[in-house]
């Protein structure tokens, strides 16, 4: 017998000056492989088209559909509603700008944020068109793919304490992202243009290490390893340049 579901879902809308944070119920019969992403639709399309979500490419590829389920961050599209008990509260991911009820403007935090992170291959060679490619070891390429898989979909951001408590910390996102392009050769950044970066409490020494990251992460990037290995490197840069003989002065 399928189980009658029983939804709790935020409502706001910031824009309404007449609107209250308040949490509206919604039943819904549950059908096999039912996802979060085809129930909402289903009570938007059935039970109040008023409901607001974001969403676009229903698997896992375009971060869009992030939000709290059940106290924790995760993608609608990829959570089954058999792996949830009949009751689901679902809340908007924290951190990111309401949009009302369960959508975020998490573009505009991901755009500020790769600014200040400046995230891009830095070079000075010169564009050609026309160029053979250039070929890169096979591990290598892969090392920067495994990296490279993030969809910005926010869920490792919402689920941070520190990211929840200070607007300026940038994020396991961030710090995984210039993991991917200290590994990348064509990136003529130095080692301190990096620990400009990110060698701040505003980056890695900012990071409390409880890992709430890695663990809702849905493309299941090794954010642990990477929030390690970036602690360390910028550490021992760090002692570097404490360290480093002094230029005699001239004259
Ligand atoms: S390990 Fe660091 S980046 Fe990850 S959730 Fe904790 S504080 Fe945030
Ligand atoms: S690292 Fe994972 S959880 Fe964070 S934004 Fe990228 S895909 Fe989402």
Not at 129 to 139: C, H, K, L, S, T
Not at 181 to 197: A, G, I, K, Q, T
Not at 212 to 219: F, L, N
Request: with cysteine; net charge negative.
């Amino acid at each position: 017998m399928s189980r009658q579901l029983k939804f709790n879902i935020f409502r706001y809308n910031p824009q309404d000056p007449d609107s209250v944070p308040h949490t509206d119920t919604f039943l819904l019969e549950e059908t096999p492989s039912l996802t979060l992403f085809i129930a909402l639709n289903k009570i938007r399309e059935e039970q109040d088209p008023s409901l607001q979500f974001d969403f676009a490419c229903r698997m896992a590829i375009c971060g869009s559909c992030g939000m709290v389920i059940n106290g924790r961050p995760g993608l609608a599209c990829k959570t089954l509603t058999e792996e949830l008990p009949e009751e689901i509260t679902l809340m908007p991911l924290p951190v990111f700008e309401l949009v009302g009820d369960l959508s975020v403007d998490t573009g505009s935090w991901f755009r500020t944020t790769n600014t200040k992170i400046e995230s891009w291959i830095h070079t000075d060679k010169e564009f050609d068109p026309n160029a053979i490619e250039e070929r890169m070891e096979n591990d290598l390429a892969n090392a920067i793919f495994e990296l490279e898989r993030c969809i910005e979909c926010g869920c490792c951001v919402a689920a941070c304490g520190t990211a929840n408590m200070r607007d300026d910390f940038i994020g396991a996102f961030a710090l995984n992202r210039i993991a991917r392009f200290m590994l990348d050769p064509r990136d003529e950044r130095s080692e301190n243009d990096y620990f400009d970066v990110v060698g701040t409490d505003q980056g890695v020494f900012g990071c409390m290490g409880l890992l709430a990251c890695e663990d809702v992460c849905p493309r299941e990037i090794p954010l642990q390893d990477q929030l390690g290995i970036l602690r360390r490197k910028m550490g021992f840069i760090g002692l570097k340049n404490i360290f480093k003989p002094k230029a005699k002065a001239v004259g």
